[in-house]
């Protein structure tokens, strides 16, 4: 998959161009994982199974989309996205922020997605008076929400590493080609978090960090999914190209129960 082509947003670049709103994940298609913010994981752990991946000397949250390096289960070959909740990352597309050398944050688009013309199709970068339109606002606020509660989520892992609530999580997912080991991510050390004094446990939950404990503990049930998801791409792909390759999404209406056993 090629790399972004992100470029800054500006009137003498992108004045006379439009953008499409994404309608397609197949941008996705290579992401195994992708960060989580704590705002997010309460609806994330009803469909997407969280883990957390070691980054700068501390720990961040990911939703866990395959079973190996450059396959996204949740990314249908047509576009479609097999799940009930999309990271907030990924909505994003084909925005993000960047920040300058003076720390200031500015806008970005990747001119590589195809989301990019200089047709009348699609929304404007600027209004007539050469100010944000309103929907690139949107955008720019939506993605300042992200990055403020990314900073939040940054801080209250801190703490979470602080007490030593954060384990090594050797995953093996049951697949229809065997047992699918998954290897380099962290779940929440339950045992550790039940033992916490008093004061520990304070400062753990005055940080937001016990609320994103609980949704990891709770997402676990989700694991299974990633089996079933694997089956239905391998059943996709052995199909004649005549029929297409369709991913069957039953599986969607198997998992509407939460199970608050087995969360060890």
Request: glycine share 8%; charged share 20%; hydrophobic share 45%.
């Amino acid at each position: 998959m090629p790399m972004p082509n992100f470029h800054v947003i500006s009137t003498e670049r992108h004045a006379s161009k439009r953008w499409q709103r994404i309608s397609s994940y197949a941008f996705a298609a290579h992401e195994a994982i992708v960060p989580l913010t704590a705002g997010e994981l309460p609806r994330a752990l009803l469909s997407l199974p969280i883990a957390f991946v070691e980054q700068n000397e501390t720990f961040v949250p990911v939703a866990v989309l395959g079973l190996a390096t450059g396959k996204n289960l949740f990314a249908a070959p047509d576009g479609r996205w097999a799940g009930k909740y999309i990271p907030a990352i990924l909505r994003s597309y084909p925005f993000c922020l960047a920040s300058r050398d003076d720390g200031q944050q500015v806008l970005c688009i990747d001119e590589d997605s195809g989301l990019l013309g200089d047709g009348s199709e699609g929304e404007p970068f600027f209004d007539d008076e050469g100010k944000p339109s309103p929907a690139i606002q949107g955008v720019l606020n939506f993605l300042t929400q992200i990055e403020n509660n990314r900073q939040i989520t940054v801080r209250a892992c801190t703490v979470l590493k602080k007490h030593h609530l954060i384990k090594a999580w050797p995953i093996t997912v049951k697949t229809g080609a065997g047992d699918q080991p998954i290897g380099g991510l962290f779940q929440i050390d339950e045992a550790i978090l039940n033992q916490l004094p008093a004061e520990a446990l304070h400062e753990v939950a005055k940080a937001g960090a016990l609320v994103i404990a609980y949704c990891q503990l709770l997402s676990m049930q989700q694991l299974p999914v990633l089996g079933e998801l694997a089956e239905a791409h391998a059943s996709a792909a052995a199909r004649i190209p005549s029929a297409g390759k369709e991913l069957t999404l039953d599986y969607l209406n198997k998992h509407e129960t939460l199970n608050f056993g087995g969360l060890g």
